[in-house]
């Protein structure tokens, strides 16, 4: 009979299949690394090669562009809509020049700025020199009648379908994918005559506060190139405030428009969500489609004034929207209701301490407020019940996935942005790790970010419906403190900061939750910028932060060299009162008069 094993043999047995397992995982590991690497150097090629044809046919059109006099170009790019529009309808300048002159700025300077993606003009030319005919046609009298925004050129997020061309969404697999046919809200504008003309640039997997990403570089700002022009509109916020647009339509999910708006010091609205239909867009992914029931995003408006915003509304909100989409009801844009009342009660909220709002932002409310005041309304300072809770709650909502699924699905085995990596990441670390590390955190005074690693969890369906429950009652909660006080609107900062450098999208992403507000209770916001930056006030130790976390640091360090930069006021008001929120924001400008743009 076989001898049976000795002890100390047994044990050396053990460290042999041990020492195999290791070496096996290790090979793994260093299998899907390689497999890895190559899925990464397969889409940097793909992006490469995307980025080198659209450069080449932009090159073209560039040599192509028919000629528009000097003098001319300069009226046309200091105009707003409303004022192309009048030079439309008295022949003073014709659809095809407005659309030449911005695009050679948009595929110049623009492209330069890394705020483009693919360009769309030989179809917009085509639907330029129609509306042209169809104008030289019409009489003078019945022009208007043709449409308020009839032969002009407006710029549109990457997202939004276009036949032909590609909606990325910042992620090299998208690429050489072109649409088949316009997306229903592309259709929708073309029909009443705008004419898209240029994709803008967005961030990858469109979730940060700037746009970067692997195929069309990392979109800057016009007013200072060592800074961010926001996310995920930030090609759009970029490109109307460098006058490379004279209007940009974004989607609004987390200030995703109002953040590059305030960035860029240009004007911004997103209304209520069921105001008109949100079809038309390329889905991130499966998870982004069930998301937006909760965390409430709408399509919007960037522009170079207020009154742009009403005209645009008044083009967009249709009849037609409610023939496509059923499930919406039709609320016809009403500009009497953009008038004001004599007296409003406005509520405003300077900072809260979620991430404390820096000097030059406060002075944004203080010099809104005050110009409110001037006009005899009531305005009454006020701390906004439960407003870390309820952004806690809807964050924990947009993580509930869990190991960033979604974001893997999107992504497709692309490596993400160093500016994702680390979010990602962490949520890739087994829970109950995570829990002790916020534990940890937490006791060395780092609460702030304790409360977000415990937020980032995958939640089973009774907790997601539990944490949608909770968010809920918070949601009354905002709203009964709201009737209570009888406010007609509420003005808070643009954001805790000014635009903030390129690679801090990360790490202050928490610093616009002032906009998250608007997203989560489904209010019409705005935003107007009030000035800018002045010497002496780029710190952040007077912010009254009390925490010295990472945040902190990265916004101290931020916003250091900030002089200069576009300040802005956000607005709110009830849902449905889209009307009230553009009448405040049109009060704001008349006495603000902010108009800036930087000279390129």
């Known amino acids: 009979m076989k001898a049976l094993l000795t002890s100390q043999e047994l044990l050396n047995k053990k460290k042999e299949f041990a020492l195999l397992a290791l070496g096996l995982s290790a090979i793994g590991k260093m299998v899907a690394k390689y497999k890895s690497d190559q899925t990464q150097e397969k889409y940097v090629k793909i992006a490469t090669q995307k980025r080198e044809e659209r450069d080449a046919i932009i090159k073209q059109e560039l040599k192509d562009l028919p000629e528009v006099p000097e003098d001319l170009q300069k009226l046309i790019i200091d105009a707003t809509v409303t004022e192309l529009m009048r030079m439309l309808n008295d022949d003073e300048v014709t659809s ?24 769309n003009f030989k179809n917009a030319l085509e639907l330029a020199r129609k509306c042209d005919e169809i104008r030289k046609n019409t009489s003078k009298e019945d022009r208007e009648k043709l449409g308020l925004m009839f032969g002009i050129p407006i710029s549109i997020k990457d997202p939004f379908l276009v036949k032909g061309l590609d909606s990325t969404c910042g992620l090299a697999a998208r690429c050489f994918k072109p649409d088949a046919d316009d997306g229903w809200i592309v259709k929708f504008i073309k029909q009443q005559g705008v004419i898209p003309f240029i994709k803008s640039n967005i961030p990858q997997l469109l979730v940060l506060t700037e746009s970067p990403n692997l195929i069309w570089g990392r979109a800057q700002n016009p007013w200072n190139r060592e800074r961010t022009a926001g996310g995920s509109c930030g090609g759009e916020g970029g490109l109307v405030a460098a006058r490379c ?69 008044r083009t967009i909100i249709s009849e037609a929207h409610r023939k496509e989409d059923p499930s919406l009801p039709y609320v016809p844009w009403d500009v009497k209701k953009e008038v004001l009342p004599k007296k409003m009660k406005v509520g405003y909220c300077l900072s809260d301490t979620l991430f404390p709002a820096s000097a030059p932002m406060k002075r944004a409310v203080r010099e809104a407020v005050e110009v409110l005041r001037k006009a005899g ?6 701390v906004i019940p439960n ?94 403190f709201w009737k209570e006080k009888g406010f007609d609107t509420l003005l808070l900062p643009g954001d805790a900061l000014p635009a903030f450098k390129h690679g801090d999208g990360n790490s202050l992403a928490l610093s616009g939750c002032y906009m998250y507000l608007g997203n989560v209770m489904n209010l019409p ?63 704001l400008e008349s006495q603000l008069q902010f108009h800036e743009f930087p000279r390129l």
Request: hydrophobic content about 40%.
């Open 96 to 119: 095809e020049q407005i659309l030449v002159t911005y695009h050679r700025r948009a595929i110049t300077i623009g492209r330069d700025l890394e705020l483009i993606t693919e360009s």
């Open 245 to 313: 647009s004279p209007l940009g339509f974004g989607a609004d999910g987390f200030g995703s428009a109002r953040v590059p708006a305030n960035f860029n010091g240009i004007y911004c609205f997103k209304g209520t969500q069921t105001r008109f239909s949100q079809m038309g867009q390329k889905p991130l992914n499966t998870y982004s489609i069930a998301r937006k029931s909760l965390i409430q995003d709408n399509f919007g408006p960037l522009t170079k004034c207020v009154n742009d915003i009403s005209i645009f509304m």
């Open 377 to 382: 309304h009531e305005c009454e300072e006020i």
């Open 387 to 480: 407003f870390t809770d309820m952004l806690l709650l809807t964050l924990a909502i947009s993580n509930a996935d869990g190991k960033s699924r979604g974001r893997d699905e999107a992504l497709e085995g692309e490596k993400p942005i160093k500016e994702l990596a680390i979010s990602i990441g962490i949520t890739k670390v087994p829970y109950l790790v995570r829990l002790l590390f916020a534990d940890l955190i937490d006791v060395l005074g780092y609460h702030r970010w304790a409360k977000l690693m415990k937020n980032m969890k995958e939640l089973k369906a009774h907790e997601y419906f539990s944490t949608v429950y909770k968010l809920a009652l918070l949601k009354k909660q905002f709203l009964d």
């Open 525 to 587: 916001g705005g935003v107007v910028p009030v000035g800018k930056v002045k010497p002496g006030e780029d710190e952040y130790e007077s912010a009254g932060c009390k925490e010295r976390d990472i945040f902190h640091k990265k916004a101290c360090s931020s916003i250091k060299g900030s002089v200069g930069m576009p300040i802005s006021v956000c607005i709110y008001t009830l849902p449905w009162e889209d009307e009230k929120c553009v009448g405040v924001m049109r009060l």
